[in-house]
């Protein structure tokens, strides 16, 4: 256990270090992304899935939100510049495209 | 409306028909009538043949196990085939007057047959054992009508429900009565609108983290007018969203999101290349 805590404090204190702030910034709204879907589907198993399609709407957005933080985090990591051909503004365009994508069709899912 | 009484009545038009439409043509006849009652291995415990308009001799007794059949051949006085528009086999409970009657069909080329199935028997006479008059009911438009009493037949059963001996196995069925739904079973509103403010808690929670990462928002107006177009186009977007959630229809939202389409486009592309162009 105490092993465990050493390890889990030795990764923040690396992880606060080397990463830079703008990957900090993604990461914290990527846990945002993840508490969301997480309350909304306590609520589901607690209250019921009826609204279904609401419960869809907003669980798929939380998850599809995270997956394009995701994809943001990737191509903005200057470690993976290599991988990665173009700038992070690209990177940041496709992401803001994705979300009005999504958007448009979380509102034609709620109902 | 019971059948057998309606099919009297149509009988009887059809007979009135049969004679204005000429005496040529005249009544419709049964003949070859057999009535029986089997075995379940498809004997006949009872069996006679009657010519028109003899009835039966004895009275025979008919049970779930032993279903009664009726064949018959239906044609004019002179002997002609006649296809018929109606046929049933009708049965009057002799004490209640209840009425049963089964409808004949004919099989290709080959007699009339009527029988009682065990459904029927199960449902229409077990409940209402006793004596029943059979009558053999013929109708043609063209050529007239025919009620042939056959004679009685003793329905050996258990006593049941009196009120379901007396529906007709052809008559008008029970009005259908809608049933709804039941409502789902919702959570009160205290507790949605509880979930409500958790769901948007992290949203708090989330702000304050970037200001602790030093995300500054006042940095803003820092930014180039393009950066701020985009950024509002975007945020109109965001708006259509919304408003098509709340009631706009499909098709005007997508033109309206085509039209912003090309100005987010262009506002983006130049806001990005200058930030690129900027070092930033």
Known sequence: ?111 | MKLPGAARALAGLGALCGLLCGLASGEVMAANVVVRVLERTGDAQFEQALAYPAALSTVPKVRLSTPLTVTFDAQTAGGAAVQLDRAAVSLQHAETGAEVAFAAQRSKGGPYRASISRADFRRHLGPAPGRYSVTLVLGSFEHGGLAYELGAIDVVGKQGKQGKARLAALGPRPEIRHRFADPQRMPSAAVSLAFAGLVAAPLGVLLRTWARLGVNAANLKHEPAGALVFMGLVATYMALAVAYWVGGRLLPTLGYALALALPTYLAGQHALSRRIARGL
């Open chain 1, 1 to 111: 256990m105490a092993a465990a805590t050493h390890i889990l404090a030795g990764l923040a204190r690396d992880y606060a270090a080397v990463t830079p702030q703008r990957l900090k910034v993604i990461d914290t709204y990527m846990v945002f992304c993840v508490a969301v879907g997480l309350i909304q589907l306590a609520y589901c198993v607690l209250a019921g899935s009826f609204p279904y399609n609401a419960f869809l709407a907003g669980f798929g957005s939380a998850v599809a939100c995270f997956v394009f933080a995701a994809s943001l985090r990737m191509k903005t990591n200057p470690k993976n510049a290599g991988q990665f051909a173009g700038p992070p503004e690209a990177a940041f365009a496709e992401f803001v495209f994705c979300h009005i994508a999504l958007h448009f069709v979380v509102s034609h899912f709620l109902g």
